[in-house]
């Protein structure tokens, strides 16, 4: 259990020894992706800004908060799950309160006080600053300076269509989200020293129609750009080398700010922040990689040539059906395209397999156009019907295990792809962001290379040192990759 909460540093916080009264321990349990790991990190940065101590001793906290996913039902479920493992600390005297936050409330909110009476607060993912008053660190805070003054068009286009309504959500509140935090926002990282997410954006204009995010995190809206750049600044001061600049859709930054190319722009000004090494962006949809973003990319060392791009079908029909659009053939043009820009190009996609509908004949194109692409990484999931997403009413739902069974066979594709891939690297020379001992064994180190963002992709291995040597962590080394794994590396240290 408690290796589920957070570890973060405090080194700038006097100890509860040191103060006058008795600091509040907090723990965090935060669950789903980065976008809601940054969020964890401004609530814990507001609560220690407060005077609030943060654990990550389960047993220790007098608050536990519980930051909630509610992308799909197994998240969903995880969340409720790890609520209830929380609330049973609360019911033996181990902690005082409990507070859930996050996408769980969006969703939920008066069902999880009706339904967990151990819960003492919700917070939202529109109102961060009310962790404060959730967890009785403080009666109240200024609210977020961030004003939103415009939305894309295609924002206004799809309010108009509904596409944010929670109307027929049982234990929604009717207001959408608008919070974002700046760099003015106190926060704590929980990820090692040298490595951070920066959320240049919050919320979603697209109609995917599996997908409810945009009714949990509301319209599109964009950091400001200077905002941005001065956290990357303040965060390369504190030590941080690599960025990983996250949102729901990053490649849609600025255009609420009236910018053209807003991301592009923004890589190019961070490309110019003196002690970043590695800048990368996650989350872009496809017919929003332009040229210029592709130059930016391909002109700038320090920008990984990485791009992270979910396609989610391959299938004109099915991504039809999805409300995404594009084609195998697009698909296939626009890589084509980022490879001739980008050399060495490391390109990252992730597919919904069993989606309402999804034929064999229209499975098997996507399973030809993964055979195409060959992609470097890449990950499979399986559709989960989601009340309140539009693919929910639609009819020809597969079965759990033919989902699933598809969900293998096209991962099996990819496996030998990869494994092929991985293969040719071997006695090719990287640089290597050495990230510690590894996870899976004391004898090794482990470490990613450009080619791996944080978390997701493979990992490289690390088993020979030059003798004599001390290599530490956050530090980069030349290395050479002497094994091939299916998605793993192993690598020596130059
Ligand atoms: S672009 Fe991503 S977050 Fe936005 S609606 Fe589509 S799947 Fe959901």
Same mark, same amino acid.
């Given at each position: 259990m408690a290796e589920k909460f957070l570890t973060v540093d405090l080194p700038s916080l006097p100890s509860a020894s040191e103060t006058t009264f008795k600091r509040r321990k907090v723990g965090f349990v935060s669950l789903g992706c980065p976008k809601n790991l940054v969020d964890s990190e401004v609530m814990m940065g507001m609560l220690a800004e407060a005077g609030a101590e943060l654990t990550h001793e389960t047993d220790d906290a007098d608050v536990i908060v519980v930051n909630t996913c509610s992308f799909i039902d197994r998240a969903q479920r995880e969340s409720v799950d790890t609520i209830l493992e929380m609330a049973q600390l609360k019911a033996a005297g181990k902690t005082q309160k409990l507070v859930v936050a996050g996408c769980l409330v969006e969703r939920y909110r008066d069902e999880i006080r009706k339904n967990i009476p151990e819960v003492d607060a919700v917070v939202g993912t529109g109102e961060l600053e009310a962790i404060l008053r959730a967890t009785g660190i403080e009666a109240s805070r200024p609210s977020s !300076?961030?004003?939103?003054?415009q939305s894309r068009a295609e924002g206004i286009l799809r309010e108009q269509q509904g596409?944010?309504?929670?109307?027929?959500? $049982? #234990?929604?509140?009717a207001d959408l989200p608008n919070y974002l935090y700046d760099d003015t926002t106190p926060r704590l990282l929980? +990820? !090692?020293?040298?490595s951070a997410y920066i959320k240049i954006a919050e919320g979603c204009d697209h !109609?995917?129609?599996? @997908?409810?995010i945009p009714q949990l995190r509301g319209k599109f809206r964009s950091r400001r750009f200077e905002s941005v750049i001065a956290e990357a600044e303040k965060l390369a001061k504190s030590g941080v080398r690599e960025i990983t600049l996250i949102g729901q859709? +990053? +490649? @849609?930054?600025g255009e609420d700010l009236g910018l053209k190319d807003g991301l592009a722009l923004l890589l190019e000004k961070l490309a =110019?922040? !003196? $002690?970043?090494?590695w800048i990368r962006f996650l989350y872009a949809y496809p017919n929003k990689i332009t040229g210029r973003l592709l130059e930016t990319i391909a002109a700038h060392?320090?920008? @990984?040539s990485y791009i992270d791009v979910p396609?989610?079908?391959?299938s004109a029909s099915a991504l039809k059906r999805m409300k995404r659009g594009g084609s195998a053939e697009v698909f296939l043009r626009s890589i084509e395209k980022m490879r001739t820009t980008i050399p060495n190009l490391t390109l990252r996609t992730s597919f919904i397999v069993g989606?309402? #509908?999804?034929t064999e004949q229209e499975f098997e194109e996507l399973c030809d156009f993964v055979r195409e692409a060959r992609f470097d990484w890449m990950g499979a999931f399986g559709y989960s019907d989601e009340e309140?997403? =539009?693919?929910?009413?639609?009819?020809?739902k597969l079965s759990a295990r033919e989902i699933e069974r598809r969900r293998k066979q096209l991962m099996q594709i990819q496996q030998k792809i990869s494994k092929r891939a991985k293969k040719a690297l071997i006695g090719k020379r990287f640089e290597l962001l050495l990230e510690g001992t590894s996870d899976e064994t004391d004898l090794l180190l482990e470490g990613r290379t450009a080619m791996h963002a944080p978390e997701i992709d493979g990992k490289v291995f690390v088993n020979d040192v030059p003798e004599g040597e001390e290599v530490l962590p956050g530090e980069f080394y030349p290395c050479e990759i002497t094994e091939a794994h299916d998605y793993d590396l192993v690598a020596r240290i130059l």
């Amino acid at each position: 259990m408690a290796e589920k909460f957070l570890t973060v540093d405090l080194p700038s916080l006097p100890s509860a020894s040191e103060t006058t009264f008795k600091r509040r321990k907090v723990g965090f349990v935060s669950l789903g992706c980065p976008k809601n790991l940054v969020d964890s990190e401004v609530m814990m940065g507001m609560l220690a800004e407060a005077g609030a101590e943060l654990t990550h001793e389960t047993d220790d906290a007098d608050v536990i908060v519980v930051n909630t996913c509610s992308f799909i039902d197994r998240a969903q479920r995880e969340s409720v799950d790890t609520i209830l493992e929380m609330a049973q600390l609360k019911a033996a005297g181990k902690t005082q309160k409990l507070v859930v936050a996050g996408c769980l409330v969006e969703r939920y909110r008066d069902e999880i006080r009706k339904n967990i009476p151990e819960v003492d607060a919700v917070v939202g993912t529109g109102e961060l600053e009310a962790i404060l008053r959730a967890t009785g660190i403080e009666a109240s805070r200024p609210s977020s !300076p961030f004003v939103i003054l415009q939305s894309r068009a295609e924002g206004i286009l799809r309010e108009q269509q509904g596409r944010f309504s929670r109307e027929s959500w $049982d #234990g929604a509140i009717a207001d959408l989200p608008n919070y974002l935090y700046d760099d003015t926002t106190p926060r704590l990282l929980a +990820t !090692p020293k040298h490595s951070a997410y920066i959320k240049i954006a919050e919320g979603c204009d697209h !109609p995917c129609s599996f @997908c409810i995010i945009p009714q949990l995190r509301g319209k599109f809206r964009s950091r400001r750009f200077e905002s941005v750049i001065a956290e990357a600044e303040k965060l390369a001061k504190s030590g941080v080398r690599e960025i990983t600049l996250i949102g729901q859709d +990053t +490649t @849609c930054y600025g255009e609420d700010l009236g910018l053209k190319d807003g991301l592009a722009l923004l890589l190019e000004k961070l490309a =110019a922040v !003196p $002690d970043l090494r590695w800048i990368r962006f996650l989350y872009a949809y496809p017919n929003k990689i332009t040229g210029r973003l592709l130059e930016t990319i391909a002109a700038h060392e320090k920008i @990984c040539s990485y791009i992270d791009v979910p396609l989610q079908h391959a299938s004109a029909s099915a991504l039809k059906r999805m409300k995404r659009g594009g084609s195998a053939e697009v698909f296939l043009r626009s890589i084509e395209k980022m490879r001739t820009t980008i050399p060495n190009l490391t390109l990252r996609t992730s597919f919904i397999v069993g989606f309402p #509908g999804e034929t064999e004949q229209e499975f098997e194109e996507l399973c030809d156009f993964v055979r195409e692409a060959r992609f470097d990484w890449m990950g499979a999931f399986g559709y989960s019907d989601e009340e309140g997403a =539009a693919a929910h009413h639609l009819e020809k739902k597969l079965s759990a295990r033919e989902i699933e069974r598809r969900r293998k066979q096209l991962m099996q594709i990819q496996q030998k792809i990869s494994k092929r891939a991985k293969k040719a690297l071997i006695g090719k020379r990287f640089e290597l962001l050495l990230e510690g001992t590894s996870d899976e064994t004391d004898l090794l180190l482990e470490g990613r290379t450009a080619m791996h963002a944080p978390e997701i992709d493979g990992k490289v291995f690390v088993n020979d040192v030059p003798e004599g040597e001390e290599v530490l962590p956050g530090e980069f080394y030349p290395c050479e990759i002497t094994e091939a794994h299916d998605y793993d590396l192993v690598a020596r240290i130059l």
